[in-house]
């Protein structure tokens, strides 16, 4: 089955900083790539995905790159905000199945 | 539209009891699947249902099993509690059967003592 890897485990950043987070993937096959978003207390909430015929998509202060030959992902948030932060989790798709790294806490530093 | 259901939102049991644990999803989503959540591990999957049928299931023992229902409200049922057992259980819809895109329940936290 599909392994995915996720770094840094904790990281923090000044506010109006940039932050990026990274991800490798074991299946070549995998085709989706979504991150989530889990505030302290809530619910995990997706922020942004990508597919496999994309290298690059951005939504506002955030963005997600992709690079299919060397199997890893990563999320890149700019100008970064206290609401910013939250643990974040990045998945990858296979055979309807969504397999998720272990998460990254995000902390703003004011 | 109301968001994924989950019921109850906290639940205490001693070791060796069995707990179900219940998800409603969104109107007119037929996918529901369901996550552990512990510190450190992240989200393990647990098994995915679609229209009745399980589709996919993650490593866990087989003190763990789920059901879905027609109208697509789903069950998982841990026998014999152990105390890593304890854990925040997620459950989440998806619109369709490519099951990409989750939308998650608040979770069941449960606690084994």
């Known amino acids: 089955g599909e392994n995915v890897e996720q770094h840094p485990s904790t990281l923090s950043v000044q506010e109006g900083d940039s932050a990026v987070i990274k991800c490798t993937y074991s299946?070549?096959?995998?085709?989706?790539f979504p991150w989530y978003k889990q505030e302290l207390g809530k619910r995990p909430q997706l922020i942004i995905d990508i597919r496999s015929n994309v290298g690059e998509k951005k939504d506002q202060r955030i963005a997600v790159t992709l690079n299919k030959t060397a199997k890893h992902f990563s999320l890149h948030i700019t100008e970064t905000q206290p609401e910013d932060s939250a643990v974040y989790f990045c998945?990858?798709?296979?055979?309807?199945?969504?397999?998720f790294g272990t998460g990254t806490r995000l902390t703003i530093i004011p | 539209k109301a968001g994924v259901t989950q019921t109850p939102r906290y639940l205490i049991k001693t070791r060796g009891q069995q707990v179900t644990l219940s998800c409603s999803p969104i109107?007119?989503?037929?996918?529901v699947s369901w996550y552990q959540q512990t510190p450190g591990q992240g989200l393990q999957f647990l098994f995915e249902y679609f229209s009745e049928t399980q589709r996919n299931k993650g490593n866990f023992p087989g003190r763990f099993s789920g059901r879905q229902f027609s109208n697509s409200r789903s069950e998982m049922n841990v026998s014999t509690l152990e105390l890593g057992d304890s854990a925040l259980y997620l459950c989440?819809?998806?619109?369709?059967?490519?099951?990409?895109?989750?939308?998650f329940g608040s979770g069941t936290q449960l606690s084994v003592l």
């Open positions: 989440a819809s998806s619109p369709d059967a490519s099951n990409e895109k989750l939308f």
């Open positions: 109107s007119g989503h037929r996918s």
């Open positions: 998945a990858a798709s296979l055979n309807e199945k969504l397999t």
């Open positions: 299946d070549s096959a995998s085709n989706y």
